[in-house]
């Protein structure tokens, strides 16, 4: 089976940077992807890390350790419209989703 | 890029009426379809899995009879919820196995409410 762990919510203050922590364990591991979710709408791809280290894009970084287990979100600057759910998703057979990490980014 | 056009986007049907959701690969081939539902304040579940020309594979829990998937073509999957009841309310989300984001492209959802 798969388990798949992260922060329920988090609160961070515009311009500041954000830690979304993901932890998974997993019978077979082929991918970790973080999506984006505002209420009532799909998820949107923000980054895919396969291999060990960090993957940087932009604004978002997102790094992977595969002997720990261990993923994380990495969110800079952060802006208003950055409030929102952020769903750690493993992939093996099939991706699954944790349960979301909702961020609120107060001013 | 590839897109997932889903729809509807929102439906209100009686309880014990049939629901059909359409979701289109509209540039690419999708063998691979995949249906989630996701309550409110909770994660996205995976329902099913459909490849193109074969019988569904459902996740444990999910009733098979209930949720018909058919997945004809390489670019049309549908499920339909048969017998809806005010329990199936939620909202129901498919993603195509592409060739962008490394996998895998969302559609838009469709928000079900059974009264």
């Known amino acids: 089976g798969q388990n798949i762990d992260q922060p329920t919510e988090m609160t961070a203050t515009e311009g500041a940077i954000v830690q979304i922590n993901c932890t998974y364990q997993?019978?077979?591991?082929?991918?970790l992807f973080w999506y984006q979710q505002h209420a009532g709408e799909a998820p949107t791809f923000l980054s895919y890390?396969?291999?060990?280290g960090l993957e940087e894009k932009g604004r978002f970084s997102s790094f992977l350790s595969r002997s720990k287990g261990y993923s994380y979100l990495l969110l800079k600057e952060l802006q208003m419209k950055d409030s929102a759910s952020y769903l750690c998703?493993?992939?093996?057979?099939?991706?699954?989703f944790g349960k979301g990490t909702k961020l609120s980014v107060i001013p | 890029g590839a897109v997932v056009s889903q729809h509807p986007s929102w439906v209100i049907c009686k309880s014990g009426t049939s629901v059909k959701i359409e979701c289109r690969s509209l540039?690419?081939?999708?063998?691979?379809m995949f249906w989630y539902r996701q309550f409110p304040k909770q994660s996205l579940m995976l329902m099913a899995t459909?490849?193109?020309?074969?019988?569904?594979?459902?996740e444990q829990g999910v009733e098979k009879d209930k949720f018909l998937i058919n997945h004809a073509s390489l670019t049309l999957s549908t499920l339909t919820v048969t017998s809806a009841h005010p329990e199936d309310s939620s909202f129901y989300i498919c993603?195509?196995?592409?060739?962008?984001?490394?996998?895998?492209?969302f559609g838009s959802g469709t928000r079900l409410t059974v009264v």
């Open positions: 998703a493993v992939r093996d057979a099939r991706l699954t």
């Open positions: 540039d690419f081939q999708a063998t691979t």
């Open positions: 993603s195509a196995r592409g060739d962008v984001d490394y996998g895998y492209t």
């Open positions: 890390n396969v291999l060990d």
């Open positions: 997993t019978s077979g591991f082929n991918g």
């Open positions: 459909s490849n193109e020309g074969s019988k569904a594979t459902y």
